[in-house]
C-alpha cells in the first residue's frame, strides 16, 4: 500500500521540482518538498529484506492452510484438496482410511479380494473356480469307493472288495487242499460241490443234468426222429432232434431225473384194452387206434 502512496506523490511532485529546478531555494519549493516530506506514511517494518511483517507481528505460515494428510490416505486433506484415492477395486474411504469389502457371493472358497479367503474345502476336496471339487483317491486301491462318489475298479467273478482289494470271495486255496475245510461261504446247493481255480480262489462247481437237476427243465429229452434215439436235451438241440413231447420229464428225489412215458402212465393211456394208444413225439398229440375184432 505504501508504494502506491510514494507513487501518487511523486506524480504531485515532479512537475513542481521541474518548474522551479532552477529555484530550488523558493520558498513555495521547499513549503511542497517539507510538508509532503511530513505526510508521508511510515513502510512497515521488515523481518527480513523484501519481505513484509504482517501487522501485529503475527505469522504468515500460520495463516496458510495446512493438508492434514498425515493419518489419512484418502478423501479430502481439510483445505479443499484429496489425501488420495483408494487403488484397490473393492476398497473403499472410510474416515480417511481406505477399506477393502470381502466379496464371497456365490462363492464356496477362493480369494474375497482382500487377501482373506471366503472358505476353506474338506479333506479329499480343492478349490476349482471358486468351488470346492472332490479328488478321487484311487491309489493303492483295486475297488472300491474312490471317496467321490465313484468306484475305483469292480473285481471280477469269485472275488469280493476286501479294503480296495480284490479277494476270493470264498476263500483262497491251492492244489491238495482240503476244499471243505479251507472253502465256505456260500451255499454249494443240491448239485454244487466245491473247486480250486487255477487263480488259487474257491468256487463252486456244478454237477451238470441229468447227473445232477434241479428243475424239471434240466431233465428234458430230445428225440431224433429218423432213429428214435433219446439224448438229454443240451442247451443247443442237434439237427434230426426235437423235444421229446411223449414223455412227461420230472426232477425227483436226490436230484435226479426221471421220465414218465404218456403212453403208459400218462394222458395218452385210454385204458381201453381194445385200442391202441401211441404219441406222436414231435408234437406229443395222442391217437388210440381200435384193435380189430377186440371185444
Request: with cysteine; proline share 7%.
Amino acid at each position: 500500500m505504501h508504494r502506491v502512496l510514494i507513487a501518487s506523490l511523486l506524480a504531485v511532485l515532479l512537475p513542481l521540482a521541474c518548474s522551479n529546478k532552477g529555484d530550488k531555494e523558493s520558498p513555495d519549493y521547499r513549503y511542497l518538498v517539507e510538508d509532503s516530506a511530513a505526510e508521508l506514511p511510515t513502510p512497515p517494518p521488515h523481518d527480513v529484506a523484501g519481505e513484509e511483517t504482517p501487522a501485529g507481528g503475527g505469522d504468515l505460515e500460520s495463516d496458510i492452510c495446512q493438508p492434514a494428510c498425515a493419518d489419512n490416505s484418502c478423501g479430502g486433506d481439510g483445505c479443499g484438496g484429496w489425501c488420495g484415492p483408494c487403488t484397490g477395486a473393492q476398497e473403499t474411504c472410510q474416515e480417511g482410511l481406505c477399506f477393502c469389502e470381502p466379496s464371497c457371493a456365490g462363492k464356496e472358497c477362493g480369494d474375497n479380494g482382500c487377501g482373506g479367503e471366503c472358505g476353506e474345502c474338506k479333506a479329499q476336496f480343492q478349490c476349482e473356480v471358486d468351488k470346492c471339487e472332490c479328488v478321487p483317491d484311487c491309489e493303492g486301491r483295486e475297488c472300491g469307493s474312490d471317496g467321490c462318489f465313484l468306484e475305483c475298479g469292480t473285481c471280477p467273478a469269485l472275488y469280493l472288495c476286501n479294503g480296495g482289494q480284490c479277494d476270493c470271495a470264498y476263500g483262497a486255496c491251492a492244489a491238495g487242499d482240503a476244499l471243505d475245510e479251507v472253502c465256505g461261504g456260500t451255499s454249494l446247493g443240491n448239485c454244487g460241490y466245491w473247486a480250486c481255480t487255477e487263480a488259487g480262489c474257491c468256487n463252486v462247481a456244478q454237477i451238470e443234468p441229468p447227473d445232477c437237476c434241479q428243475g424239471n427243465d434240466d431233465c428234458r429229452d430230445c428225440i431224433n426222429l429218423n432213429t428214435a434215439e433219446v439224448i438229454p436235451c443240451p442247451q443247443t438241440i442237434p439237427d434230426d432232434f426235437v423235444t421229446h413231447k411223449c414223455t412227461q420229464d420230472v426232477c425227483g428225489l436226490n436230484n435226479q431225473c426221471k421220465h414218465f412215458d404218456k403212453v403208459v402212465f400218462g394222458e395218452c393211456n385210454d385204458d381201453d384194452p381194445c385200442t391202441t394208444d401211441s404219441c406222436a413225439p414231435s408234437s406229443g398229440v395222442c391217437t388210440h387206434t381200435p384193435i380189430p375184432d377186440c371185444v
